[in-house]
């Protein structure tokens, strides 16, 4: 028989902490009947010296640790187990991964930094942190993350700038987040034109968000004038108006205003319209 996570986790408890019982919970009785670990008394399973031995007994035979791994453990770190699967018990395999694409000469330990277009760099956080760059950019969206440069609306200032990809449900926001606290530059903030985008910008350090960056307002005026932008705003404004109604940015500030008289939003990727339109932003 094989041991599920929760199983196992117990078992090393038991070898670990060496209770004299503890409460008759599903996977406590299941080790009792079938194992033989500890005495069900009502509520409560008691455990005896010969039960806490036995459960290391257990571990040892299965080819599986007796010490519970630190956090973070990687895929490698388990696999010395043989009787454990590579992913039980370590880190999801994204797990400190930022999304990072360069725009002009950013350097890492005094190598300068190249993205080919539609692609990103994935980097750990300590890597992350020793890239030099005049300026963050923080981009809500992955797609138009990974087309940064399509977006030739887009005037940089002729600065080194670290694109940082806000995060998903593979790459981390809070990996991202506590990459860009823990930097010094300015932060300019590339999102929707919507509720939630600007509600994005608002999180960045205030004393540090330089810029949010959009197209020219009369063009945002006239896109957020769709049924989708229309949807958008609706659907987002009630969970979000008390957040952005008691923001402290000026600009974030200035665009709420607006977005609450245009009662529309514009999408990134519809922002990708706008290519050679306008005048750079």
Not at 28 to 48: D, W
Not at 111 to 129: E, I, M, Q, R
Not at 214 to 233: E, H, M, N, V, Y
Request: neutral net charge.
């Amino acid at each position: 028989m094989s041991f599920t996570t929760h199983q196992l986790q117990l078992l090393q408890r038991l070898v670990s902490e060496r209770p004299e019982q503890r409460r008759a919970g599903g996977v406590a009785l299941l080790l009792c009947e079938h194992y033989s670990l500890g005495t069900a008394i009502g509520s409560q399973v008691v455990y005896r010296a010969e039960h806490l031995q036995r459960a290391e007994q257990l571990l040892r035979a299965h080819d599986l640790p007796v010490e519970a791994h630190v956090s973070g453990a990687s895929r490698a770190d388990m696999a010395t187990f043989g009787g454990l699967s590579e992913k039980s018990l370590s880190v999801a395999p994204h797990a400190g991964s930022i999304a990072v694409k360069c725009v002009g000469t950013c350097l890492h330990d005094g190598n300068a930094l190249w993205t080919p277009a539609g692609s990103y760099l994935v980097v750990t956080p300590d890597v992350g942190a020793r890239i030099t760059c005049d300026r963050l950019l923080l981009v809500e969206n992955l797609e138009t993350f990974r087309q940064l440069e399509r977006y030739d609306w887009i005037d940089y200032h002729g600065l080194a700038v670290l694109a940082v990809f806000r995060g998903d449900s593979l790459l981390s926001t809070g990996d991202a987040a506590a990459l860009v606290r823990q930097r010094t530059e300015r932060v300019w903030a590339f999102v929707d034109f919507d509720p939630a985008g600007l509600h994005i910008a608002s999180l960045l350090p205030n004393d540090r968000l330089e810029r949010i960056v959009i197209p020219d307002l009369a063009w945002l005026q006239q896109a957020s004038k769709t049924s989708r932008g229309r949807q958008l705003f609706a659907d987002q404004e009630p969970r979000l108006r008390h957040a952005l109604d008691s923001a402290e940015h000026p600009e974030v500030r200035a665009l709420w205003k607006e977005l609450l008289a245009l009662r529309g939003g514009v999408t990134q990727e519809r922002m990708l319209s706008l290519r050679g339109e306008t005048p750079k932003c």
